[in-house]
């Protein structure tokens, strides 16, 4: 279950999967072409795809060795990419469609650096995948004492949260998915129109039946959000395997990712109203990985839903902290006078222009602007609040999409602090805690400048807490 | 290198930034008066003393203000600056972060004898430029820096 000196290929099945994964993109302009009697020129071009597929696997070999990961891989340019194992953030074992019919897996190698982008072994038999992951996230702990991952016995896995379809299909029709119908439905819609004769007909269906489309849309898009979450999050398991906590889930595409917790950045628990009202939220995890287009080396959406007081605990399980401490303390009243004004002059200040011509509406849309600005100002203050000790700062903020973020000190790499003019006279201020992840910055918004300076004193680096001599006047005399 | 001690930027800088400041607003300024007298109208006029003010305001004011606001210093363990005159940003980047030190010249630079040095950590986030170095002090600024990266990072 070691590293081996010898070089692998991947599975001979390797290059008709490579083909398949790529038959949805091509699959219309193949039709296409198909039907405007060019059918020969669809079947080569097919042949030369597997072929050069082919060519491929004959010259991509791996090799595990004690340091890492190398794959050569090239006919004309050769490339040679090797991931040392103290780089590897997290390995992905993804098992796909087609993988399932095949009992192939594939494997992807998450790294930290910007712009690099996670290695993928497509096409892996089950056993040899297992060996990856293993070996890799072993090797990362095993290379600071020795330098050969040796034959441990893997750690039984202690499940730590299951997600059953009942919670899943809430959380997708709770969440921002079940937009995706309506959306989809107003786009396709206007492009109907165009081709509809008689409108009036159209318009005199849609008044009589308008109660009826109504509730069967909202049926509809809570369906679809409903299949989105369980297609994407079925099966949903979070366990502890020794230091690393592990994710399965997935539906048609079977994925089981390991998260090593010391190389999480940040962690983030968040909740929508409606959420906060039924009592789910999520938690999405910063890695120093790169995130490729298909999302793979993606940790959003790290935990999709769940309730909130099962997840609350697991917000420590991911920072790697015993207990998260309350962000207890609030931020000054001037943050609360400063979030209204804001707002006001975004809903208040534009009624300005209809005055002279529309006085009343002006007036009637000023006051409503008015509320809503105080309103929303307000409720957002209150939702202002931050806290921490040696370890962790905590940072909650957002009334509509609540937000708490739980930043490691010791991942913190820079500090800055801004201040607006506005801010400057209300002794108020933006703290940044810059951190190497995709979100790479943790903000501590409108935070008192004592706030500041008292929550940069629990921090373990005294260099961070410098940021205060150099700004708010202070330092450069 | 001297720590502790807040600094400004070198004088140089100022002419740096007042010829790229000039590289933008005179060919605006110029488009603006040829319209102007092709077209004749008092309209174009104004705006072409608009565009003088906001230009002198760009070359000269602005700058000024800029140079102003600027501090860095070498601290025990980080480099800390400190810049802005709408925004005030202040950044402390601890050496032992620092994964990267680049030097920059663009033409106006080279023109006047000036560099910039770029720091970089393991965050997209951070953001700590210093401008205005003279060429002559940047090697000699960044061998310090990378070496107390390396001794901090040992350490």
Redesign the interface.
């Known amino acids: 279950m070691g590293p081996d000196d010898t070089p692998r290929r991947l599975h001979p099945l390797s290059p008709f999967l490579g083909v398949i994964a790529m038959a949805p993109k091509l699959a219309l302009p193949a039709v296409i072409v198909f039907a405007s009697t060019a059918g020969r020129l669809v079947i080569a071009a097919g042949v030369l795809l597997l072929v050069w597929h082919l060519a491929a696997y004959w010259r991509t070999w791996y090799l595990l060795s004690p340091d890492g990961l190398i794959v050569r891989s090239g006919w004309f340019q050769r490339n040679e990419r090797v991931i040392s194992l103290d780089r590897v953030q997290h390995v992905e074992v993804v098992r796909s469609l087609r993988h399932r019919v095949t009992g192939l897996r594939a494997v992807h190698v998450s790294v ?1 650096g ?1 712009g690099a982008p996670p290695l993928v072994l497509d096409a892996i038999d089950a056993e040899e995948a297992r060996r990856i992951q293993r070996v890799l996230q072993l090797g990362r702990r095993l290379s600071d004492v020795t330098a050969a991952p040796c034959d441990v016995p893997p750690p039984p896995p202690a499940p730590l949260l299951h997600l059953g379809l009942g919670v899943l299909a809430l959380g997708g029709v709770t969440g921002a998915a079940v937009l995706v119908l309506p959306v989809f439905l107003a786009v396709g819609w206007d492009e109907l129109a165009g081709y509809v004769d008689d409108e009036a007909a159209v318009d005199r269906v849609l008044s009589q039946n308008a109660v009826v489309l109504a509730v069967g849309g909202l049926v509809m898009a809570a369906a679809v959000a409903a299949g989105l979450m369980v297609l994407r999050h079925y099966g949903f398991t979070l366990s502890r395997v020794g230091p690393d906590l592990r994710i399965d889930r997935g539906l048609l595409e079977r994925r089981s990712s390991v998260i090593p917790v010391r190389r999480v950045q940040s962690v983030q628990l968040s909740a929508n109203l409606v959420r906060r009202w039924v009592g789910l939220a999520t938690i999405d995890v910063e890695l ?1 990985a790169a995130i490729d287009h298909e999302g793979a080396g993606s940790v959003d959406n790290t935990v999709p839903v769940g309730a909130r007081e099962l997840l609350e605990p697991l917000v420590a399980e991911f920072a790697g902290v015993v207990v998260v401490p309350m962000a207890a303390e609030q931020h000054p009243p001037a943050a609360r006078r400063r979030a209204v004004t804001r707002r006001a002059a975004v809903l208040v200040m534009p009624w300005a222009l209809l005055a002279w011509s529309l006085p009343l509406v002006a007036l009637a849309g000023a006051a409503a602007g008015g509320a809503a600005a105080w309103f929303g100002g307000a409720r957002w203050w209150a939702s202002l609040r931050h806290g921490g000790d040696h370890s962790v700062l905590v940072t909650e903020s957002g009334w509509f999409v609540f937000h708490r973020t739980v930043q490691p000190w010791a991942k913190v ?9 506005g801010q ?1 006279r209300a002794g108020l201020c933006h703290l ?1 805690l ?4 995709s979100r ?2 943790t903000r501590v918004r409108d935070v008192g400048l004592v706030q500041a300076a008292a929550l940069l004193a629990c921090a373990p ?13 202070g ?3 | 290198m001297d720590a502790d001690e ?1 600094r400004p930027l070198h004088p140089g800088i100022v002419s740096v930034w007042r010829a790229g400041a000039m590289l933008v607003v005179v060919p605006v300024l110029a488009a603006l008066l040829v319209i102007a007298i092709l077209a004749g109208q008092w309209l174009w006029w104004m705006v072409v003393v608009l565009a003088g003010v906001w230009s002198t305001w760009m070359v000269s004011a602005r700058v000024g203000l800029r140079y102003r606001s600027w ?1 860095y ?1 070498f ?1 025990p ?2 480099l ?3 810049r802005g005159v ?10 032992h ?1 620092i994964q990267q030190v680049d030097v920059n010249q663009g033409p106006i630079q080279r023109r006047f004898g000036m560099v910039e040095l770029r720091l970089r ?8 430029s210093l401008p205005g170095v003279p060429q002559a002090d940047a090697d000699e600024l960044r061998s310090w820096l990378a070496a107390r990266a390396e001794r901090d990072d040992g350490a």
Do not use: F, K, M
């Not at chain 1, 810059?434 to 992840?437: F, M, N, R, S, V």
């Not at chain 1, 680096?461 to 006047?473: D, Q, R």
């Not at chain 2, 709408?86 to 050496?95: D, E, R």
């Open positions: 930290a910007n120093a790499q820079s500090v800055s602090l801004r201040q607006s003019p400057r940044d810059h951190i190497a992840a790479s910055t680096l005294p260099a961070l807490s410098n940021v205060l001599a150099t700004g708010a006047g330092g450069a005399g | 807040w501090r210093r601290g363990e980080s800390e600056l400190r709408w925004w005030h940003v202040a950044t402390s980047v601890p050496y972060r950590t393991a965050s997209a986030g951070t953001d700590c």
